[in-house]
Nanobody
Framework: QVQLVESGGGLVQAGGSLRLSCAASGRTFSSYAMGWFRQAPGKEREFVAAISWSGGRTLYTDSVKGRFTISRDNAKSTVYLQMNSLKPEDTAVYYC????????????????????WGQGTQVTVSS
């Protein structure tokens, strides 16, 4: 069982930056690949980024490549999402999620593959 708690959301002007954190409970955090998703009002939850258990592999959706960076600190059981050059269209509730993958399995962007979810943190980017 993994419990996830996001933090770091807020209101920021376009072009600004935020860093989201997701703290995990349990002693098996390093066994899980982690992902960030977001959901804007009236839209489906969409994939943002994912990172392997070791941090050696990452995956991003095209719209955030070059602007967002996912990272993790297994000693602190925390995954981060550094968001730079924010745009109004990045406004959403951001969720972190965990999935246990087979060794060597590719990272997944499929929301249904993830087993555990946080409660979300609101990010609002003003124009």
């Amino acid at each position: 069982q993994v419990q996830l708690v996001e933090s770091g959301g807020g209101l920021v002007q376009a072009g600004g930056s935020l860093r989201l954190s997701c703290a995990a409970s349990g002693r098996t955090f390093s066994s899980y690949a982690m992902g960030w998703f977001r959901q804007a009002p009236g839209k489906e939850r969409e994939f943002v980024a994912a990172i392997s258990w070791s941090g050696g592999r990452t995956l991003y959706t095209d719209s955030v490549k070059g602007r967002f960076t996912i990272s993790r600190d297994n000693a602190k059981s925390t995954v981060y999402l550094q968001m730079n050059s924010l745009k109004p269209e990045d406004t959403a509730v951001y969720y972190c999620a965990a999935v246990r993958l087979r060794v060597g399995a590719p990272l997944t962007s499929n929301v249904y593959d993830y087993d555990y979810w946080g409660q979300g943190t609101q990010v609002t980017v003003s124009s």
